[in-house]
């Protein structure tokens, strides 16, 4: 199977921040892989899909990258409503693991 | 874009079995896997497995193999999970989702989770 490795596991930052989630899977996935973002007490929302193409509706100041690999998320000039608990996944082969989360919380 | 509606809060005694419904709305119901992830609470995201609900084909989590069962009624547009031999370990909540195609697979629809309780 292939594992998602993800970090940091919580990160604290303020408004108007720049922030990086880094993924790593344990062998090659091309660019198969996934964002997700999750409010408490919600269902997780797709951010991101193949990588780096953005969800319609998505604002602009999230963006990822990577491939093989190693995967980022990148979310610039941090808003309130981004507070929120992040999840990589890649869509290569069954199982579609998931990253371990990252909880991101206002300094 | 469809939504999915999950059946409601369950409480079971362990050893018990659940069965969780996933009703998709406002859209075709084949034509997309339907997967299931459960969240522990304060823990991450768990993907069990999925549902083709043309052919009925599955696929499991070796996790769960033997003790989950997912079906579908495409007549109702329904899908389903049973997880059998429950245990506190069980307690979670269960998210059906959607996965879409698009260059690359990933989850465009979620529903709105279903808490199991496993509690004596």
């Known amino acids: 199977d292939i594992l998602m490795t993800q970090s940091p596991s919580s990160l604290s930052a303020s408004v108007g921040d720049r922030v990086i989630i880094t993924c790593r899977a344990s062998q090659n996935i091309k660019n198969y892989v996934v964002w997700y973002q999750q409010q408490p007490g919600k269902a997780p929302k797709v951010l991101i899909h193949a990588a780096s193409t953005l969800l319609s509706g998505v604002p602009s100041r999230f963006s990822g990258s990577g491939s093989g690999t190693d995967f980022t998320l990148t979310i610039n000039s941090l808003q309130a409503e981004d507070f929120a608990t992040y999840y990589c996944q890649h869509s290569y082969t069954t199982p579609y693991a998931f990253g371990q989360g990252t909880k991101l919380e206002i300094k | 874009q469809v939504q999915l509606q999950q059946s409601g809060t369950e409480v079971q005694k362990p050893g018990a079995s659940v069965k969780v419904s996933c009703k998709a709305a406002?859209?075709?119901?084949?034509?997309?896997?339907i997967h299931w992830v459960r969240q522990a609470r304060g823990q991450g995201l768990e993907w069990m497995g999925r549902i083709n609900p043309n052919s009925g084909g599955t696929t499991y989590s070796q996790k769960f193999q033997g003790r989950v069962t997912m079906t579908r009624d495409s007549s109702i547009g329904t899908a389903y999970m049973e997880l059998n031999t429950l245990t506190s370990d069980d307690t979670a909540v269960y998210f059906c989702?959607?996965?879409?195609?698009?260059?690359?697979?990933?989850?465009?629809?979620w529903g709105q989770g279903t808490l199991v309780t496993v509690s004596s």
């Open positions: 406002g859209d075709t119901f084949t034509g997309h896997n």
């Open positions: 989702a959607r996965e879409t195609f698009d260059f690359r697979s990933y989850f465009d629809s």
